[in-house]
């Protein structure tokens, strides 16, 4: 083969996703889900027109990636104020009847970090998929960290759409405009070498991402977050909350066709069979 067609297919690759250089060789990473709590609610704000007012307990996970350029965690869970059943005091009795919290101080996002061998100063980088109650709940513990966001997100929380409100808690970052924050516009690959890929999903909200964790052995576990709730949205039932529908389907899809291309793995972030299994295993590589 000529130098030149080697160079040829070598810029292709980059092209087609950045990850020539790195697909033969990926970083030596681990993967670690933390389980911070649950919330209780409708059904039907997971799964539009389906199941409706019928109330289920759903897990709320969040993240650990360990990197040779530090320690990576992806989302935060629900603030540490609404533990041990105090939901109403912090959010409100109102919200409190919609989302309820359902976590012991020991699932807190801290704490978990803890029992998994980390201290919350270990985390350089704290990435969001978005910045509604149960993600975003406890960045205030991370004031040291690099906060990685959707551009697009951040302007939603501090200024969202009327009929979103409710999910964003103004008093979980309401301090945090100093933080240094790295604003993402679309796709962006953390490190620069394919490792860990942030994924543009809007749709559940105007700035949601999921995130694509390359591992060494367990291969490609795409983190989906509120892109994809449980299994019957990727089957194809609409998600009950959601900023734009049709976006949130076309989110969906993407994240089957990366799957089905890698041959991956697509994590729900609150289907409770998966939350579960994935359980089972404490440390992904």
């Not at 975003?136 to 960290?145: D, E, L, R, S, V």
């Not at 009929?163 to 405009?177: E, I, L, N, P, S």
């Not at 990366?258 to 994935?278: F, K, V």
Request: hydrophobic letters at 40%; proline letters at 3%; one cysteine or more.
């Amino acid at each position: 083969m000529s130098k030149r067609w080697k160079a040829l297919m070598g810029a292709a690759a980059v092209m087609a996703g950045g990850w020539a250089h790195a697909a033969d060789a990926p970083p030596d990473i681990k993967l670690m889900q933390l389980s911070v709590g649950k919330i209780e609610l409708d059904k039907g704000f997971m799964t539009a027109m389906v199941d409706v007012g019928t109330k289920i307990k759903i897990p709320v996970p969040a993240y650990v990636i360990q990197h040779p350029r530090g320690l990576v965690l992806f989302d935060t869970g629900m603030n540490q104020a609404t533990a041990d059943g105090n939901c109403a005091n912090y959010w409100g009795q109102g919200l409190c009847g919609a989302f309820n919290s359902i976590q012991g101080r020991d699932e807190v996002v801290d704490r978990q970090l803890k029992a998994a061998g980390f201290d919350v100063s270990d985390v350089k980088y704290v990435v969001y998929s978005h910045f509604h109650l149960d993600h975003a709940g406890n960045i205030k513990m991370f004031p040291k960290a690099r906060h990685v966001v959707q551009k697009a997100e951040l302007r939603a929380a501090w200024w969202p759409e009327k009929f979103q409100r409710a999910a964003y808690v103004m008093k979980d970052f309401d301090t945090t405009r100093d933080y240094d924050f790295i604003q993402v516009e679309g796709d962006f690959d953390l490190f620069g070498d394919g490792s860990i890929v942030l994924l543009d999903t809007k749709g559940h909200t105007q700035g949601h991402q999921s995130l694509q964790v390359k591992l060494k052995n367990t291969g490609t576990v795409l983190l989906a977050a509120d892109a994809i709730y449980t299994g019957e949205n990727e089957a194809g039932v609409i998600p009950g909350i959601t900023w734009n529908t049709a976006a949130s389907m076309l989110a969906i899809d993407r994240l089957k066709q990366i799957r089905d291309a890698r041959q991956g793995q697509l994590w729900y972030s609150h289907d409770a069979e998966q939350h579960a299994q994935n359980a089972k295993t404490k440390v992904f590589d």
